[in-house]
T-cell receptor
Framework: KAGVTQTPRYLIKTRGQQVTLSCSPI?????VSWYQQTPGQGLQFLFE???????NKGNFPGRFSGRQFSNSRSEMNVSTLELGDSALYLC????????????FGEGSRLTVL | GESVGLHLPTLSVQEGDNSIINCAYS??????FIWYKQESGKGPQFIID?????DKRQGQRVTVLLNKTVKHLSLQIAATQPGDSAVYFC????????????FGQGTTLQVKP
């Protein structure tokens, strides 16, 4: 099985712009979660989607949003980018079972100038 | 608030020795814990998990110990190899059927040849 695929792997934006990141989960996985990783704050939960519905949300401003499509692929969007949004954005997928095991992608490295 | 922390930011061991990475958690209601390994430029990789009804769980060269009395979690790696060099994160999932994990800050394991 292919792993979790995230695109793009690297991108550079300027303040005020918006960005959309994409995630394709492992085949058969219906839950997708997004995390932000920075040196200062570590790994922080953004949101989780299952069957096109947001199930959980972390403590991030409304500029951070996401969605999930019927094929379980997910996108997250950050509007009005700030310098502090520079981070590695990680997507993880899981089967909808009792296991909490998440399978992570390699991440999208966002740099905001 | 909820937090998961690691005792040491960096651990340096000799190749072939055993490594022990520690983690303290604060949410006594957490019932599921996971260890992840993250190599440079990659996403976190699942190592081993343990539920709160267990004290110990063994995998291949790895053992996780859970002490609920003092809210402490540890990861033991036997016969540490250079390929084990990475950042190790503990994470807690207060509800096993969600994708929301609370991660610790991470411990960097350096293996000296």
């Amino acid at each position: 099985k292919a792993g979790v695929t995230q695109t793009p792997r690297y991108l550079i934006k300027t303040r005020g712009q918006q960005v959309t990141l994409s995630c394709s989960p492992i085949s058969g996985h219906r839950s997708v979660s997004w995390y932000q990783q920075t040196p200062g704050q570590g790994l922080q939960f953004l949101f989780e989607y299952f069957s096109e519905t947001q199930r959980n949300k972390g403590n991030f401003p409304g500029r951070f949003s996401g969605r999930q499509f019927s094929n379980s692929r997910s996108e997250m969007n950050v509007s009005t980018l700030e310098l502090g949004d520079s981070a590695l954005y990680l997507c993880a997928s899981r089967e909808q079972t009792n296991t909490g095991e998440l399978f992570f992608g390699e991440g999208s490295r966002l740099t905001v100038l | 608030g909820e937090s998961v922390g690691l005792h040491l930011p960096t651990l340096s061991v000799q190749e072939g020795d055993n490594s022990i990475i520690n983690c303290a958690y604060s949410n006594s209601a957490s019932d599921y814990f996971i260890w992840y390994k993250q190599e440079s430029g990659k996403g976190p990789q699942f190592i081993i998990d343990i539920r709160s009804n267990m004290d110990k769980r063994q995998g291949q060269r790895v053992t996780v110990l859970l002490n609920k009395t003092v809210k402490h979690l540890s990861l033991q790696i036997a016969a540490t190899q250079p390929g084990d060099s990475a950042v190790y994160f503990c994470a807690e999932n207060s509800a096993s059927n969600t994708g929301k994990l609370i991660f610790g800050q991470g411990t960097t394991l350096q293996v000296k040849p």
